[in-house]
């Protein structure tokens, strides 16, 4: 889980949703933790899954896109503006959800391949 914390924080900087830093790892215990990305304002969470309430029950609502990278979908979220509240990204299967309703939650978990970003 640790290189995959470290991959997705080394993406994530190179893309502008962390700040960057000579300290990647740094930046990787930052992300797994949840943290505020800066300007573009995301609360993170490396191992879980965005959901719609806190009970984990909803998955809200959101488009689905597979075959994709990271980037693409960080990108895709940031491009859609104001209709997207977040995006959830399975490394695993190169999948991403941009969320279209605000949840703000997430589903615990430890699955490394997962990352959560609801914006703030």
């Keep these: 889980m640790k ?9 994530l900087a190179n893309i502008g949703l962390l700040s960057s830093s000579a300290n990647a790892a740094a930046n990787a215990a930052t992300a797994a933790r949840g943290l505020r990305s800066g300007a573009n ?13 806190r009970w984990g029950h909803d998955k809200g609502t959101y488009h689905s896109y597979e075959d994709v990278t990271l980037e693409w979908c960080a990108q895709e979220c940031q491009h859609e503006g104001w209709r997207c ?3 959830e990204y399975n490394k695993r299967k190169n999948k991403c959800e941009i969320h279209t309703e605000y949840g703000g939650y997430f589903e615990p978990g430890t699955n ?7 914006k703030y």
């Design 112 to 118: 490394s391949d997962l990352l959560c970003a609801w």
């Design 85 to 87: 509240e977040g995006f």
């Design 3 to 11: 290189t995959m914390k470290l991959i997705y924080a080394t993406v």
């Design 41 to 53: 304002q995301y609360n993170m969470y490396i191992g879980k899954a965005c959901r719609g309430d």
